[in-house]
């Protein structure tokens, strides 16, 4: 039985998921060369290609055994807690980490990214948006390289979605379940000292934001 983070993420399964599209959308948000700070970076799925487009990524995890495959700068932490004293042209909250169900856990990661940014810095998010609350179901799923992704168990309460996604490759299987919290943009951004700067993707996946201007 291979390690599993804190979360529940199966540390093999995130070695062999592919990139799906995740770099690319975070590279052309930001300038060439930016520097990044890459929040919840698993085993480098998205790091390494960042790296590869030109970026000097630092990748904090707190997951150690994540973090051994990681082919960068890397940090241990949990993010919450995360305080570097320097600040980077980019900071990447991806994997909907955003959506966690409890509003204390989404302020502390916020915070954390919102101190790590440089005045003129970008923070790209990936989210759950609202319309993905309505839409997901049970069955859906597909295949993200050699990896079969399915999402089963969906149950609503309000505002919580839980569910487990089940992942099959190599003859082996592997579940993961999740509650995430449907959020508004405001939700997210109010209070975050962090303005809305613009959708990244068409489907409202992505989007950006910057530290609110004074005075
Ligand atoms: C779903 S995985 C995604 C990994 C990577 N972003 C990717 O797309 O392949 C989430 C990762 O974030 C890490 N993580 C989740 N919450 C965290 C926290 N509060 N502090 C540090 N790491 C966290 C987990 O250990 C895990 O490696």
Request: glycine share 10%; hydrophobic share 45%.
């Amino acid at each position: 039985m291979g390690a599993i983070t804190a979360d529940g993420c199966p540390v093999e399964v995130y070695l062999l998921l592919p990139p799906a599209g995740e770099p690319e959308v975070v590279h052309a948000a930001i300038p060439p060369g930016a520097s990044i700070l890459e929040l919840g970076c698993g085993a480098g799925r998205i790091t390494h290609p960042l790296v590869e487009l030109g970026h000097e990524v630092v990748a904090v995890d707190d997951a150690p055994e994540m973090l051994a495959h990681v082919r960068a700068e890397t940090v241990c932490a949990r993010i919450g807690d995360l305080d570097l004293g320097r600040t980077f042209d980019a900071v990447l909250l991806g994997s909907h980490l955003v959506n966690t169900a409890l509003d204390s856990d989404r302020r502390a990661l916020l915070a954390a990214a919102r101190r790590h940014l440089a005045p003129s810095g970008r923070l790209v998010v990936e989210w759950h948006p609202p319309e993905w609350f309505a839409a997901a179901a049970s069955g859906q799923g597909g295949r993200l390289g050699e990896v079969a992704v399915e999402l089963a168990d969906v149950v609503r309460d309000g505002d919580l979605l839980s569910a487990t996604v089940r992942y099959a490759a190599r003859g082996r299987r592997w579940e993961q379940e999740f509650t995430c919290r449907r959020l508004s943009l405001d939700d997210v951004l109010a209070g975050a000292d962090l303005a809305f700067d613009g959708w990244l993707t068409a489907d409202r996946n992505w989007f950006a934001a910057r530290a609110r201007r004074r005075g």
